[in-house]
């Protein structure tokens, strides 16, 4: 079955930094790219940021919301993409979730984790 | 940012019937337009994206509709399996965007 899974959620405080992770299994991670949502407590999904595949260079977008403050990385060996959060703010606080772009794609999501919860507060 | 509204926000319906959901949103993304499928407790499923393309595994019963500002979803016979949570999501324009969801019930 082809999955990603999240991992390293939890409750920080604003100005702190956490890492999360997105391990995928059952299909070959080298060649997808890797995008990063989340949802706010109450809201809509945003989307965060995206890693393409090597292939396509390895190049990141972010959102405007998060960026300079956000890095996304990859690890084909490994099967995992990151998405490592510094400086958070509360209105970070939201359930974030890594998609697999469809394939050849960027943007379209075709595999979806459960999401990992991340609550910044004092 | 490009918003999408979604329309309307609740449809009730019955199994057999004909449902029709529409996003508009505010700035044209010619047909990079998609549709999910979220039921409770589970992940979001891929089921139309360049606004009518059907992706792998999604019966024939969604079809995709659209271009510029206006799409629709629909579902020709609802089966019970259907009654979910459906949002759409633009990448015409950037950022990607989503809709705030439709839930079509019993």
């Known amino acids: 079955e082809e999955q990603v899974v999240e991992s390293g959620g939890g409750l920080v405080q604003p100005g702190q930094s956490l890492r999360l992770s997105c391990t995928a299994s059952g299909f070959s991670f080298g060649d997808y790219a890797i995008n990063w949502v989340r949802r706010a407590p109450g809201k809509g999904l945003e989307w965060v940021g995206f890693i393409r595949s090597e292939i396509y260079g390895g190049t990141v977008e972010y959102a405007a919301s998060v960026k300079g403050r956000v890095t996304i990385s990859r690890d084909d060996s490994r099967g995992i993409a990151y998405l490592q959060m510094n400086s958070l703010k509360t209105e970070d606080t939201a359930v974030y979730s890594c998609?697999?772009?469809?394939?050849?794609?960027?943007?379209?999501?075709?595999?979806w984790g459960k999401g990992t919860p991340v609550s910044v507060s004092s | 940012d490009n918003v999408l509204t979604q329309s309307p926000a609740t449809l009730s319906l019955s199994p057999g019937d004909r449902a029709t959901l529409s996003c508009r949103a505010s700035?044209?993304?010619?047909?990079?337009f998609a549709w999910y499928q979220q039921k409770p407790g589970q992940s979001p499923r891929l089921l139309i994206y360049?606004?009518?393309a059907r992706a792998t595994g999604v019966p024939a019963r969604f079809a995709g509709s659209g271009s510029g500002t206006d799409f629709t979803l629909t579902i020709s016979s609802l089966e019970p399996e259907d009654f979910a949570v459906y949002f759409c999501?633009?990448?015409?324009?950037?950022?990607?965007?989503f809709g705030q969801g439709t839930k079509v019930e019993i």
């Open positions: 700035r044209s993304v010619l047909r990079q």
């Open positions: 999501q633009q990448r015409g324009s950037w950022p990607p965007t």
């Open positions: 360049d606004s009518i």
């Open positions: 998609t697999r772009a469809l394939k050849d794609s960027d943007y379209y999501m075709d595999v």
